[in-house]
């Protein structure tokens, strides 16, 4: 059975980190774009970043650039979001999305509409 986890989330104060993990199981994660996607209350899901197959380009939504940082461990078949200097503003469940496509092109929601999708981890940054 295809199961995607994500995995990290918690409560963090303003200026803190956190390094999400999104791990498969049932099939290998190798060949597969995958994005990282987030959701705050009350607002539509908005993509965060995605990496190519085999550990190819990466992409940033603009409100993330230069904080956070996507990553794929192989031998681990899981890849990381690492959050650093997290801002309130973060504070969404986010979620993992495993595309067939070997080449992240966008971070548009509606891209990956046949996609696995995890369930969600929920990160709250906050004093």
């Known amino acids: 059975q295809l199961q995607v986890v994500e995995s990290g989330g918690g409560l963090v104060q303003p200026g803190g980190s956190l390094r999400l993990s999104c791990a498969a199981s049932g099939f290998t994660l190798d060949y597969y774009t995958i994005a990282w996607f987030r959701q705050a209350p009350g607002k539509e899901r908005e993509g965060v970043s995605c990496?190519?197959?085999?550990?190819?380009?990466?992409k940033y939504a603009d409100s993330v650039k230069g904080r956070f940082t996507i990553s794929r461990d192989y031998a681990k078949n899981t890849v990381y979001l690492q959050m650093n200097s997290l801002k309130p503003e973060d504070t969404a469940v986010y979620y993992c999305?495993?595309?067939?496509?070997?080449?992240?092109?966008?971070?548009?929601?509606?891209?990956?509409?046949?996609?696995?999708w995890g369930k969600g981890t929920l990160v709250t940054v906050s004093s």
């Open positions: 999305a495993v595309d067939s496509g070997r080449i992240c092109v966008s971070l548009a929601s509606n891209y990956y509409g046949k996609a696995y």
């Open positions: 990496i190519s197959s085999l550990g190819g380009s990466t």
